[in-house]
Nanobody, 123 residues
């Protein structure tokens, strides 16, 4: 069982920055791909980015490439989402997710999800 807890959301003006964190429980964090997703009111859940458990595997959605940066700290069982140049359309609940252990680096199958943290970008 893995528990994921997101934090760092808030209200920011357009053009500003936020850094989200996702802390995971358990001893298998370093072997799991981790993903960030977001869901805006009335819209489907959208993939934001993914960091594989193998070094060098980081992928982003086109909508956030160049503005968002994902990183992980295995010693802290935590992943981060640095969000810069925020736009009103980035407003959403941001969730993190964990894949099964030792998944292929590009696998986007996730079996654990956090509750999410709200990000609101005002214009």
């Amino acid at each position: 069982q893995v528990q994921l807890v997101e934090s760092g959301g808030g209200v920011v003006q357009a053009g500003g920055s936020l850094r989200l964190s996702c802390a995971a429980s358990g001893s298998t964090f370093s072997t799991r791909n981790m993903g960030w997703f977001r869901q805006a009111p009335g819209k489907e859940r959208e993939f934001v980015g993914h960091v594989s458990w193998r070094a060098g595997g980081i992928y982003y959605a086109d909508s956030v490439t160049g503005r968002f940066t994902i990183s992980r700290d295995n010693a802290k069982n935590t992943i981060y989402l640095q969000m810069d140049s925020l736009k009103p359309e980035d407003t959403a609940i941001y969730l993190c997710a964990a894949s099964p252990p030792l998944s292929p680096s590009t696998s986007r199958r996730y079996d654990y999800w956090g509750q999410g943290t709200q990000v609101t970008v005002s214009s």
